[in-house]
Nanobody, 120 residues
């Protein structure tokens, strides 16, 4: 049973920072891409950032220069450092990863989501 568990969301004032973390656990053979999506009320889920197993990262335009994604392969974690937050960043943030479970093929897994609220 593979699962992703996020932590680190909360309420912050505009201009502030938050750090989200996500840990993968279970019967894992290998982990490919890891990343973060977000979904604001009434909007579709959108990609925020993704990082490959080799450490290459890419970002949505709206977070470039403000957010930094990182991962620790040994600890099976991915983190998102969010700086200069603004109210438009308010959303539920979801961790995702492409994981090959033992004796299984690769597929996407999702965390349960963590709320980030930025007040003006």
């Amino acid at each position: 049973q593979v699962q992703l568990v996020e932590s680190g969301g909360g309420l912050v004032q505009a201009g502030g920072s938050l750090r989200l973390s996500c840990v993968a656990s279970g019967s894992i053979a290998s982990i490919g891409n890891m990343g973060w999506y977000r979904q604001a009320p009434g909007k579709q889920r959108e990609l925020v950032a993704v990082i490959t197993s080799g450490g290459s990262s890419s970002y949505a335009e709206f977070v470039k220069g403000r957010f930094t994604i990182s991962r620790d392969n040994a600890k099976q974690t991915v983190s998102l450092q969010m700086n200069s937050l603004n109210p438009e960043d308010t959303a539920i943030y979801f961790c995702y990863s492409v994981i090959r479970a033992r004796f299984s093929s690769s597929r996407e897994y999702w965390g349960q989501g963590t709320q980030v609220t930025v007040s003006s």
